[in-house]
C-alpha cells in the first residue's frame, strides 16, 4: 500500500504527539505512524514538566532566571552537551507548559523536586490524572480536530530516500502488510532503546544490564537510531541511562520508605557506601548502588522511623510519585514482601546480619558507627546533612533488600537546534528530523536531575520545534 503525506512522524509518544499538533497547527498535512495499538509511548508516565519562565511560575513568583539554569546545565554535563540546543530547549520551556495549558493542560503547581531546589521548575497537575496522561490526551484530541492522520500498529521500517540521500518517506510495517508512506519531511521520534539489549551494549559499555532491573514505563527498541544511522546520520557520542535506585518491584508500598533520608543503606558486606539522603537525586543514587557488589542494596529502618514515615511523610520524593492510597495497601504489602524474602523484621542487628548474609560483626559495627555520627551531628564518612542524622537504637528493624531499576535511555542521533539530523560532515540530512530520547547533545553520562522534568520537557519542546521547523520548509 501506498500513502502521501507532507509531514510524517514516526513514534507517536510524548515528542511524536507535540510535533504533530505544532505541525498541524500550521497547517500542514501530518501523519502519526506508531508501532503500538494507541499513542502516548512513555510520554503516558510523567508526574512533572520542566519549564522556565511559565505563566505558572510568574503566578507563583517564582523567578526562573534562564541564563542561570543554562550555566547549571551545562557545568553539570561539563560542556560535554550541545550549548545551542540545551539554550534553544531552556528558552522554549516556559512558553511550551503555557501552550499546553492553552491545550487544555490544567498545571495546578510548580514544585521542588529535590530538596531547597531554587528555582522550581517541576510543573505537575493533580495527582488524579499525572502531566503526561493529560498531556497526551489534550494533544490525540487536537490531532483529531486537525485531521492529523494516526495510524496505530504501523512500524516504522526503512526511510526512502533519494539519489541525493534527501529523505522523501518511509516504510511502515502492519498487520496487513506494508506501507511506503511518502512525504517531504520525517520526524523520527521513537523513543531510545531501552528495550534492544545490543544497543544497551553497544553505547553503554561496561553497564551491568543484567544486574539492573526494569522500572515502569516502555522499552522501544530504538528503531529510529537505527533508520536514522541507515541513512547516512551520526551518534552524537553521549548517552545517559534515566534509571533510579534504591528500588524494589512488586511491593510498590515499601516505596513509602524506600525514598526516605533517614534511612542507612548496606551493601552486601554489611557496609554504608552513601550518603543515604542522595536519594532525593535518583540518578545518582543509581551510582551509587550500583558499585556495590552484584548492585544488591538493603535499606535498613527502624520501628520508630516507620511509624515517623506513617505519621508525617512529607519529606520524601514519593509524595509527588506515588498513588494516593497506597499506606492502606501497606500491612498487607509488608507481609506479603516478608513472606517473599524481600524485607525483614528483625530485633537485633545480628538478625539484620543473617537477612543481608553477610558477618553479624560487620552490621553491628556500621549501625554503631552511624549511630555514632548521629549522636556527634557529623557523618564521618559520608558528610550526610545533619538533619537526616537520627539513630537507630531500638528495633525492631527492617531491611528491605532492593537493587536498581532503569527506565529510558537518553541520547542518539547528532542533531542541530532545528533538530535536523546531521550527517558525519554534520550538514543537515535534507528533509530527517529527529526529537524525543532518539536525538543526542542534551545530557551527558549523568541524568540531569536537578533540570527536574526535563526527560519529558525537552521530549516535548524538541518535537514542537521540530514540527514547526518541518513546516517552515514544506514546498507548497
Ligand atoms: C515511568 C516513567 C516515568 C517518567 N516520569 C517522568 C517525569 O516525571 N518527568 C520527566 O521529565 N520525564 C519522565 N519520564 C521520561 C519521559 O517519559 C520521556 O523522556 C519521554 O516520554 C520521551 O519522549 P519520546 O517521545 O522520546 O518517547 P516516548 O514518549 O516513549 O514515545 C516514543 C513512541 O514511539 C513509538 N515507537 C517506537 N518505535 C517505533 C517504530 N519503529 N515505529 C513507530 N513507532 C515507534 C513508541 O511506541 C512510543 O509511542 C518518565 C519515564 C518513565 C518510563
Same mark, same amino acid.
Given at each position: ?60 513568583? !517564582? ?75 489534550? +494533544? ?26 534527501? $529523505? ?31 544497543? $544497551? ?56 520508605? +524506600? ?25 545518582? %543514587? ?39 492510597? $497506597? ?114 547533545? %542534551? ?16 521530549? !516535548? ?16
Amino acid at each position: 500500500m501506498k500513502m502521501q503525506t507532507e509531514i510524517l512522524i514516526i513514534g507517536g509518544g510524548a515528542s511524536g504527539m507535540t510535533a504533530a499538533v505544532a505541525a498541524a497547527e500550521f497547517g500542514a498535512d501530518v501523519m502519526v505512524a506508531e508501532a503500538n495499538a494507541a499513542v502516548g509511548g512513555n510520554g503516558l508516565f510523567p508526574r512533572g514538566i520542566f519549564g522556565v519562565d511559565s505563566k505558572v511560575q510568574r503566578k507563583k513568583l !517564582v523567578f526562573a532566571d534562564r541564563d542561570q539554569i543554562f550555566k547549571d546545565c551545562m557545568n553539570y554535563s561539563h560542556w560535554k552537551i550541545d550549548g545551542r540546543i540545551i539554550r534553544t530547549l531552556i528558552d522554549k520551556s516556559g512558553d511550551t507548559v503555557d501552550w499546553l495549558m492553552d491545550k487544555g493542560v490544567e498545571f495546578c503547581d510548580v514544585v521542588h523536586h529535590i530538596p531547597n531546589q531554587t528555582p522550581e521548575v517541576f510543573h505537575i497537575t493533580e495527582a488524579e490524572e499525572n502531566v503526561g496522561h493529560c498531556v497526551i490526551r489534550n +494533544l490525540k484530541r487536537i490531532c483529531e480536530e486537525k485531521g492529523v492522520r494516526i495510524l496505530t500498529n504501523a512500524k516504522g521500517k526503512t526511510l526512502l530516500q533519494n539519489a541525493d540521500g534527501s $529523505v522523501c518517506g518511509a516504510v511502515c510495517e502492519t498487520k496487513d502488510g506494508e506501507v511506503t508512506i511518502h512525504a517531504q519531511k520525517v520526524i523520527l521520534c521513537t523513543g531510545g532503546f531501552a528495550g534492544n539489549d545490543e544497543m $544497551v551494549e553497544q553505547y553503554y559499555p561496561g553497564f551491568r544490564r543484567e544486574l539492573v532491573g526494569q522500572g515502569g514505563g516502555m522499552r522501544h527498541p530504538g528503531d529510529g537510531i537505527r533508520m536514522a544511522l541507515e541513512a547516512g546520520a551520526e551518534v552524537e557520542g553521549n548517552f545517559t541511562m534515566e534509571a533510579a535506585a534504591p528500588k524494589i518491584k512488586g511491593y510498590e508500598a515499601l516505596n513509602l520508605f +524506600l525514598g526516605k533520608p533517614y534511612n542507612v543503606w548496606l551493601n552486601s558486606f554489611g557496609q554504608r557506601f552513601a550518603d543515604e539522603s542522595i536519594v532525593y537525586n535518583f540518578a545518582v %543514587a543509581f551510582n551509587a548502588c550500583l558499585r556495590q557488589p552484584d548492585g544488591k542494596v538493603w535499606v535498613v529502618f527502624n520501628q520508630a522511623m516507620l511509624d515517623q514515615t506513617l505519621s508525617d511523610g512529607k519529606d520524601m520524593i514519593e509524595t509527588i510519585h506515588m498513588p494516593p492510597n $497506597v499506606e492502606e495497601r501497606l500491612a498487607d504489602t509488608m507481609i506479603q514482601a516478608i513472606t517473599d524474602g524481600v524485607l525483614c523484621k528483625a530485633d537485633t542487628y545480628e538478625a539484620l546480619a543473617d537477612f543481608i548474609g553477610c558477618e553479624a560483626e560487620a552490621v553491628k559495627a556500621s549501625m554503631e558507627e552511624y549511630n555514632a555520627f548521629c549522636k556527634a551531628g557529623r557523618d564521618g564518612w559520608f558528610a550526610k546533612d545533619k538533619r537526616y542524622l537520627v539513630s537507630m537504637e531500638e528495633g525492631p528493624y527492617y531491611a528491605i533488600k532492593a537493587g536498581e531499576d532503569m527506565l529510558i535511555t537518553h541520547g542518539g542521533i547528532r542533531v542541530n537546534e532545528r533538530f535536523e539530523a546531521l550527517n558525519a560532515a554534520r550538514r543537515p540530512i535534507e528533509n530527517l528530523y529527529v526529537a524525543g530520547v532518539d536525538f543526542g547533545g %542534551a545530557d551527558a553520562d549523568v541524568y540531569n536531575v536537578v533540570m527536574s522534568g526535563h526527560g519529558f520537557g525537552f521530549a !516535548v519542546n524538541s518535537g514542537r520545534i521540530a514540527g514547526e521547523q518541518a513546516v517552515k520548509t514544506l514546498t507548497r
